[in-house]
């Protein structure tokens, strides 16, 4: 079973993904947060970099994927897209189906794009007929995608579309879209669209510790190709190494790599605004893996500067002890800190 890192837009860019894959491992694809690709036919600076496979040498000399994805609704722009990614050498591109945020639906995009099968079922259409005339046959496309707008009987409309292209894999994130993050994965849904789709399915939501992964997996076995990890890896960057049977996460280990990581964003930022404000993103996940943390993280969240972060996440460090290894439970809320 693959174990696969999940775009997460404003946290795991290349900085990220680099220093996980360094000082962790365990994962075998990391997929980049969305770029979108529109009808200018052009990427931002920010975005070309974040791709740019220079910046993700660390990880893709080791053998390690990464898969860009990317986010339309233009049939020609995703075929723009595809292109440009493949001179860069990626033979994996995927389509971001699952976004939930308002500025992005009301676009028609990401899973707003759920809402119109018939415009679904078009887009692909073009796509892969404009990526076959221009002679990419090569390069696999593959969805990660939610189970439907407001309710999860949209889900079989949905998989039946991807059914009719020779799309390489559908990764279920099992949420409508309306949900966004809140509820439970309808692990019933996701079964019924594994029955449904003749494509490879992989799983994705809520997995945080290696107890629920072993749940997915005995439940699914080599029915999924891969299980995806999101949230649960930002707050336990050591759980697919555990998953894979290797060390637990250790206190020494996690304020190494944090230390790493907020140096390496002073690099790419300058600015301590930006630095603290990535920071501060991680921890409201990485507070998840240690005991009673709710106060030790608030108080970073409103460290105003520098030296308040600083002493704010010694004291987390100094005063709370990383939790025990987690068995299966669907009673994570992930909004504690918020
Ligand atoms: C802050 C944040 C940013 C995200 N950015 C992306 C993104 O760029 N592309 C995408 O497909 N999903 C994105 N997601 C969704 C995750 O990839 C994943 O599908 C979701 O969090 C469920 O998996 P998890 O429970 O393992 O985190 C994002 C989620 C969060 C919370």
């Known amino acids: 079973m693959k174990l696969l890192f999940a775009p997460m837009e404003g946290l795991t860019g290349y900085t990220y993904r680099n220093l996980h894959h360094t000082c962790f491992g365990g994962v075998d694809a990391y997929y980049t947060p969305f770029?979108?690709?529109g009808q200018d036919f052009k990427f931002q600076n920010k975005e070309?970099?974040?791709?740019s496979p220079l910046n993700n040498k660390t990880i893709i000399d080791d053998g390690i994927q990464v898969i860009p994805q990317v986010m339309t609704n233009n049939a020609e722009a995703f075929c723009w897209a595809v292109m440009k990614l493949s001179e860069s050498g990626y033979r994996e591109v995927n389509l971001n189906l699952g976004c939930p945020s308002a500025t992005v639906v009301s676009r028609g995009k990401g899973a707003g794009f759920l809402r119109n099968t018939d415009a679904l079922d078009l887009f692909f259409e073009e796509?892969?007929?404009g990526l076959s005339k221009a002679g990419n046959t090569d390069t696999s496309i593959t969805v990660k995608t939610r189970i439907g707008v407001s309710d999860p009987s949209e889900a079989g409309d949905i998989i039946r579309v991807y059914n009719r292209y020779p799309i390489s894999g559908v990764i279920i994130h099992p949420r409508v879209m309306k949900q966004a993050y809140e509820g439970t994965p309808d692990i019933d849904c996701f079964a019924a669209c594994l029955e449904e789709s003749r494509h490879p399915v992989c799983y994705n939501g809520d997995i945080r510790t290696?107890?629920?992964y072993e749940w997915i997996s005995k439940k699914f076995g080599d029915r999924i190709y891969a299980v995806m990890m999101g949230r649960g890896l930002i707050a336990d960057p050591?759980?697919?190494r555990e998953i894979?049977?290797?060390e637990r996460l250790g206190r020494g280990a996690l304020m190494a790599y944090t230390d790493k990581l907020y140096a390496g964003y002073k690099e790419l930022f300058g600015s301590d605004v930006n630095v603290l404000h990535k920071m501060k993103e991680i921890w409201t996940y990485e507070g998840r893996s240690f005991e009673g943390s709710e106060p030790y993280v608030h108080r970073i969240l409103v460290s105003k500067r520098v030296d308040d972060y600083e002493n704010a996440v010694r004291r987390l460090f100094d005063?709370?002890?990383i939790k025990a290894s987690g068995e299966h439970s669907d009673a994570w809320k992930y909004d504690i800190y918020r």
Not at 48 to 51: I, Q, T
């Open 238 to 240: 050591a759980l697919a």
């Open 244 to 246: 894979r049977g290797g």
């Open 127 to 129: 796509a892969f007929d």
């Open 319 to 321: 005063e709370c002890r």
């Open 48 to 51: 070309r970099a974040d791709y």
């Open 210 to 212: 290696a107890g629920d």
């Open 35 to 37: 770029i979108s690709a």
